[in-house]
């Protein structure tokens, strides 16, 4: 029998303490420290994306090193929707906060998410990583509780309490912003530093076919470039505190922007040019089993915005929630690479136009599904750029090239399909073209089959749902998951032509549906049977206001009008629900004799609504009918 001494005890007992905290700390060790530096407002609009006038060095080094995505798609084309499809890792239109401002503390309605959804901070932290955001968040619902380590300005990795805990940080740029191009204050406040030599010439300048080529707009999008070469220099910083730390190759790198240039045709829009970015993902070597391909090469792989929480989720050794709508695409456990991406657009500040996109690597399909209206509709914040008065003036002088004409049209087409190989700007819609009609009938389909496996509540009118929020307390992504099927009819009378089927859609037992047998009837071309107006007036009286109104801008449409017509939408603007006030609003624009009618009304809620969005559209309403130009914010 062999005697151990105490101290043999004691010594062999700090030994296994020790191999402990060794494989404690090589685990973690295991897991990369991740980065993500975000921009915003841009398209690939930088050096290594083939952009000559960029001045955008640092980031082309992280590309010559690292891998360059070529094929890197935004849910939808502008700030918050995107940053909600990222942060939940799945698609704004399936959980309800795909309208712009689904969420905003200065009014009431608010969106919600179901509070099981987790986000991927919250798993990340639960992996054992410091988590911090410095520091937008703007993920379009009412987050009620604290995902992040830290969530500020000062927010950075260098904070975490113990320097072998994995970290992961997000610095979110916002001096490539819209509002940097538009304000030349501002362009000037952010640009003080950037080196006379980075700055770009205007002449230099190809301005695209759709901007009228003019002064103005060579300035502005001088300042664009100069905006992005400033934040390539905010990047080589970020990149220097990594390097002076020791951390550089602990860390991966991602590099992107929230959607595209925030310019007209682009930011907003659902072409490659408002939601195509540019996408860039440094690996160290010491994490080479991760790499795609070798580095320094160029990845075409679809990837889209829902597939960054479970990619970093992967990295990070985490479990990726069931919830989650999205893919893997570095990793161990990828799936097969994706065949399409999908995007959404849904209320862009106070207009409605519902837009739906399927993209794969060779062909765009889009689906409008509101073609009644303009492709540009008047907004106060994008119409109050200087870009936008340049196209303005140029519509009324008549001298937009082509493209510029197809960016004014007053209607639109129910759907497009674009051969990107051949037309990357999407300027020749094929939808009309006999030898695609297979390719269109086939992504009609991928679109409709994606629309019902996430069920896109966005079809669902802002104020019904809210409504249903509220009636049920519970979110519209729980909600229409728990009720009898009534999507199908949804789909088809959002997207039918037939008077019939909308006839009968008119007395459907669900609200959405009959709203839509409303709404399609107003997008018919040709007259309506009598028997159909009939209907018409018969659901003015409808128990759900919102198919009421629908109803009257069909009846306004085909060219009725009556006191019934006038009275419903008089108590649309008297709505407790803001949506609805807003859903009214839309339509006295639209009817200058109804607006005549009830103008001293609509004058009213324009100092006394706290929704801006419906004080925005009755102010350029009663513009419109009095030839004035009273702004508001």
């Not at 729980?478 to 009378?493: A, G, H, K, P, T």
Request: aromatic share 10%; hydrophobic share 35%.
């Amino acid at each position: 029998m062999i005697r151990t001494s105490p101290l043999m005890l004691l010594f062999f007992f700090k030994y296994l303490l020790f191999l402990s905290c060794t494989n404690s700390k090589e685990v973690k060790k295991m897991h990369p420290n991740i980065l993500w530096i975000t921009v915003e407002d841009i398209s690939p609009n930088l050096g290594c994306y083939g952009d000559s006038l960029a001045n955008t060095p640092v980031l082309d080094a992280l590309a010559s090193k690292g891998f360059l995505y070529n094929n890197a798609i935004a849910n939808a084309p502008v700030c918050a929707p995107a940053r909600n499809s990222i942060i939940t890792g799945m698609y704004p239109s399936s959980l309800g906060t795909l309208n712009m401002r689904s969420f905003s503390k200065a009014m009431k309605s608010s969106g919600r998410i179901p509070s099981d959804i987790k986000l991927y901070p919250e798993v990340l932290r639960s992996s054992g990583y410091y988590c911090t955001n410095n520091s937008k968040e703007d993920y379009n619902f009412n987050l009620k509780r604290e995902i992040w380590d830290e969530s500020s300005n000062t927010a950075h990795w260098k904070n975490r309490p113990n320097k072998n805990t994995p970290f992961f940080s997000i610095f979110n740029l916002i001096l490539t912003h819209e509002s940097c191009i538009n304000d030349k204050n501002k362009h000037e406040r952010v640009t003080k530093d950037l080196p006379d030599h980075l700055k770009t010439n205007p002449k230099d300048i190809l301005v695209p076919p759709y901007y009228p080529d003019t002064h103005k707009t060579r300035t502005l999008l001088k300042r664009h470039y100069d905006n992005i070469a400033m934040m390539d220099i905010v990047v080589k910083n970020l990149l220097q505190e990594l390097k002076e730390a020791g951390e550089s190759e602990n860390t991966i790198v991602f590099f992107y922007s929230d959607h595209g240039t925030g310019l007209p045709r682009h930011k907003r829009w659902l072409f490659d040019t408002g939601v195509k970015v540019p996408f860039i993902v440094y690996i160290p070597e010491k994490y080479k089993h991760l790499y795609p391909s070798q580095p320094g090469s160029e990845i075409d792989q679809l990837i889209s915005f829902i597939d960054l929480a479970p990619t970093v989720i992967e990295l990070a050794g985490g479990e990726t929630p069931k919830n989650m709508q999205g893919q893997t695409f570095l990793g161990k456990n990828l799936k097969p690479e994706r065949d399409y991406v999908f995007l959404a657009r849904g209320r862009m500040d106070e207009r409605y136009d519902i837009q739906r996109g399927v993209r794969s690597k060779k062909y765009k399909y889009l689906r409008y599904y509101e073609p009644k209206k303009p492709f540009i509709q008047f907004m106060n914040t994008p119409e109050g750029g200087p870009l936008m008065t340049e196209l303005r003036k140029a519509e009324k002088e008549g001298t937009l090239k082509p493209e510029g004409k197809q960016l004014v049209a007053l209607t639109k087409p129910t759907e497009s399909l674009f051969d990107l190989s051949k037309d990357p700007m999407e300027f020749n819609d094929l939808a009309n073209d006999p030898s695609m009609k297979e390719e269109l009938v086939k992504l009609r389909a991928v679109h409709d089959q994606w629309m019902k496996q996430v069920l896109d509540v966005g079809l669902i009118p802002e104020a019904i749902m809210r409504n249903w929020e509220e009636k049920n307390n519970q979110s519209i992504y729980n909600w229409v998951r728990n009720q009898e099927d009534f999507y199908d009819e949804l789909l088809l009378m959002s997207s039918t032509k037939i008077e019939e089927k909308l006839f009968e859609g008119l007395n459907h037992p669900n609200e959405a549906v009959r709203y839509w047998a409303a709404q399609g009837l107003y997008n018919l071309d040709e007259k309506i049977k009598n028997s159909t107006v009939d209907r018409l007036n018969q659901k003015l009286n409808d128990s759900i206001i919102n198919v009421g109104i629908s109803a009257a801008s069909a009846l306004l449409k085909h060219g009725s009008q009556s006191k019934k017509i006038i009275n419903i939408l008089s108590k649309g603007l008297e709505a407790q629900n803001e949506w609805t006030r807003l859903q009214t609003a839309l339509v006295l624009d639209d009817f200058q004799q109804a607006l005549k009618i009830l103008e001293n009304q609509s004058q009213n809620l324009v100092s006394t609504d706290t929704n801006k969005y419906v004080v925005r559209v009755i102010n350029h309403g009663l513009n419109q009918l009095n030839g004035t130009s009273i702004k508001v914010k």
